[in-house]
């Protein structure tokens, strides 16, 4: 991709069974993925569970312990980080110090013999905002504006895949936002590829074509931000992404459609196209605004479930919803966010209250969370 | 290393504000007076006794006159060894400087991962220390001798004519000034690089700089401080030097330094004025070249 030229579309990203072991410990277990050419791809996880690992072995910068890369179809497992036509903006930023800010930005351009690199550096700095700052060195700037910097950096070069580890974890919310549109501007233009790790859940939901959970070194779920979020498979996924509300027990029974899971002395319902497992004990779960709270006992109806009586045992008012926390004997904390539809607390701290839910908004997890089951016993 | 503080990017923003201490001057005092007594007092006596003149030609017996003449006639005596002591101290440094680095780069960058490795070829860096230079340079004499093993097997591949020598001859000084530079050259270049982050390397190659490329706009100039000390360290006291350019060592009368002759002038001849001077125009010249080389060293990292 020594070409000379800026990409003319992005490039497809094909990882296969990819593994990667430091020393005493495994950073990548069996990493398989493929990202569509011009799609924006977000990569969530916890610290330390191998986001920026895996960009470095897209980069070229690792080299994996057993797998490929490819990239735009082509098998890139073994070539040189510059020979390959991707950009990192790195979490450290890695601003050369001996350079200004502009002589940063122009580096890639004037290393693939780009006409007029020095221009070229100045628009990606007026994009960031930091046009007046080019002379500066970068340990003169302040955190947020070498982060832009770096981004200008990777940027500017349009390549067909770029690769964002947390490139703007530093910025204010304001000045994030508008990176996020003109990120998402550049995107579309050119079409280009971007793998973007982000902490920020609303950044990758907003952002992100497709999202991927990692966890521990491997994916655990991936799709879209709306499949992941009304369905996640995993207990960690549920919990990571956004707030769920957990329950392990028994399947009761259960008909060609959906089964039914003894909790806390009553049947709830889950639809078998949403449930990872039907048979045995269960995880289901259901996020806390899909929960309707009431103060009086709901009659049983097809196509609800209910949980309950429980006590209120903290309201928080967080402008736009209340969070309850209901305390439900058998089953544990219930989390239930109300829309501020009217003035004050649906119901009062220390009430009796029951939560409904309509039968289509649970999910059925493939596994269980570590400390839900003791959490429940208790 | 103080001398790395030089080059270092020490591009005040904006002046602290100035705070005078006593304590800053009490603290200083110590090596203001050593400064005093062991460097100016000396430099006035040297200057004094270079402008000397003697009482009656052939005499022998100085005085103090201002006399000139002393430095012109030097000069004028002594230009071909004074240009051969710059011309020998700058090919000692560059291929002390050409075998230092990538040794230097290796221990600093490449053995990080085996901090064994790393001290044992620090400690082989270091090791000649502990042997008299004067006793290395002696060993140096006996290997490229005449009947030495260098020149008969040199002799043998024909790579050395029948009458040709190793010992007297100019590569044999310039040889004995790197291999005793070595280390001074080594250890300044191994403090910059073991602090080199190597995320910066990571950086241009993921901007698509080969590993030539990288190594000229990236890591040559985050270790030019180590460059500049190891440099300066090497330079200075090698175009003093006289022990390995003297005919006892690896010199010859066609190879003489200006450290031979001023040493010379003060211990055989007892032409005090003359060494006096010679002594200062090398002073004079190395504190030029060095500035120049400083401030071109400090701004122009970035080419
Ligand atoms: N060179 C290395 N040697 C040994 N272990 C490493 C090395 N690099 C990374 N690791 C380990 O691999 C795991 C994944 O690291 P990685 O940097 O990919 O995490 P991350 O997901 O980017 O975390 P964060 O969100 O904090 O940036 C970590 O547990 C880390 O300690
Ligand atoms: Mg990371």
Redesign the pocket.
């Known amino acids: 991709m020594a070409g000379g030229f800026f990409a003319e579309s992005g490039a497809d990203l094909e990882l296969k069974d990819i593994h990667k072991r430091?020393?005493g410990?495994t950073?990548i277990e069996d990493l398989s993925l493929t990202i569509p050419a011009g799609s924006f791809f977000a990569l969530l996880?916890?610290?330390?569970?191998?986001?920026?690992?895996?960009l470095?072995l897209v980069a070229g910068l690792e080299e994996p312990t057993s797998g490929q890369v490819l990239i735009g179809g082509k098998d890139v497992t073994s070539t040189k980080p510059f020979q390959r036509p991707v950009n990192t903006v790195f979490?450290s930023y890695a601003l050369f110090p001996h350079m200004t800010v502009l002589e940063n930005v122009a580096f890639g351009l004037k290393r693939r013999k780009i006409t007029d690199p020095i221009g070229k550096a100045h628009e990606a700095l007026r994009l960031v905002e930091l046009d007046h700052l080019a002379t500066r060195k970068p340990q003169q700037l302040s955190g947020g504006q070498q982060q832009r910097v770096a981004l200008a950096r990777a940027v500017v070069n349009r390549p067909a895949l770029l690769l964002l580890?947390?490139p703007l974890g530093a910025l204010d919310l304001k000045l994030r936002r508008q990176m996020q549109l003109e990120l998402k501007t550049i995107q579309n233009e050119v079409g280009l590829t971007f793998v973007h790790?982000t902490?920020d859940q609303e950044e990758a939901m907003t952002m992100a074509d497709t999202v991927a959970v990692?966890n521990k070194?491997r994916i655990e779920q991936l799709g879209s931000p709306e499949d992941l979020y009304e369905l996640p498979k995993t207990a960690f996924v549920a919990n990571f992404l956004g707030q769920s509300n957990l329950f392990t027990g028994e399947v009761a029974s259960s008909t060609s459609t959906s089964i039914s899971v003894e909790v806390g002395g009553r049947k709830v319902v889950v639809p078998k196209a949403r449930a990872q497992v039907h048979e045995g004990t269960v995880t289901i779960g259901v996020r806390p605004e899909k929960l309707t709270l009431l103060a009086a006992e709901p009659t049983a109806e097809s196509g609800t479930n209910i949980i309950g009586p429980g006590r209120v045992v903290d309201v928080s008012f967080s402008g736009v919803s209340t969070q309850y926390v209901v305390e439900v004997p058998g089953v544990g904390a219930v989390v239930v966010f109300a829309q501020n539809m009217s003035f004050g607390p649906v119901v009062q701290l220390g009430a009796q209250a029951w939560a409904t839910w309509t039968v289509d908004h649970g999910f059925g997890l493939s596994d269980h969370p570590e400390a839900l089951t003791t959490d429940a016993d208790a | 290393m103080a001398i790395t503080a030089f080059s270092g990017s020490a591009v005040a923003v904006e002046a602290a504000p100035r705070r005078r201490s006593r304590i800053a001057l009490v603290l200083l005092l110590p090596g203001i007076l050593y400064l005093v007594l062991f460097f100016v007092v000396p430099l006035v006596s040297l200057i004094i006794t270079s402008l000397e003149s003697q009482t009656a030609p052939g005499s022998g017996v100085y005085q103090y006159g201002f006399n000139v003449q002393n430095y012109s006639d030097s000069i004028v005596q002594y230009l071909p060894q004074i240009l051969r002591s710059f011309l020998y101290a700058i090919l000692a440094t560059v291929f002390a400087l050409l075998f230092s680095y990538p040794l230097a780069y290796f221990i600093g960058v490449k053995a990080r991962r085996w901090p064994l490795l790393q001290s044992f070829m620090l400690i082989l860096v270091i090791a000649p220390f502990f042997i008299s230079f004067l006793l290395r340079t002696l060993a140096w004499k006996t290997i490229l001798a005449d009947e030495g093993p260098v020149v008969g097997t040199l002799k043998a591949l024909s790579l050395l004519g029948p009458q040709g020598h190793i010992t007297g001859e100019p590569i044999a000084v310039v040889f004995g000034l790197t291999y005793n530079f070595i280390p001074f050259m080594c250890l300044p270049l191994y403090t910059t690089l073991e602090r080199l982050d190597v995320r910066y390397l990571e950086a241009s190659t993921d901007l698509y700089a080969s590993g030539w490329s990288t190594f000229r706009r990236v890591t040559i100039p985050l270790s030019l401080p180590g460059i500049v000390s190891g440099t300066l360290l090497t330079f200075i006291p090698a175009a003093g030097d006289y022990v390995n350019a003297s005919q006892e060592f690896l010199g010859g009368s066609s190879s003489a330094m200006i450290g031979n002759v001023i040493q010379s002038n003060f211990l055989v001849q007892s032409n005090y004025p003359a060494a006096a001077a010679l002594s200062i125009v090398l002073m004079a010249i190395i504190l030029i070249i060095v500035s120049v080389y400083v401030r071109r060293s400090g701004t122009d990292d970035l080419l």
């Open positions: 430091f020393p410990f950073a996880g916890p610290s330390g569970c191998g986001k920026t690992t895996t470095r979490q580890d947390e790790v902490h990692m070194g």
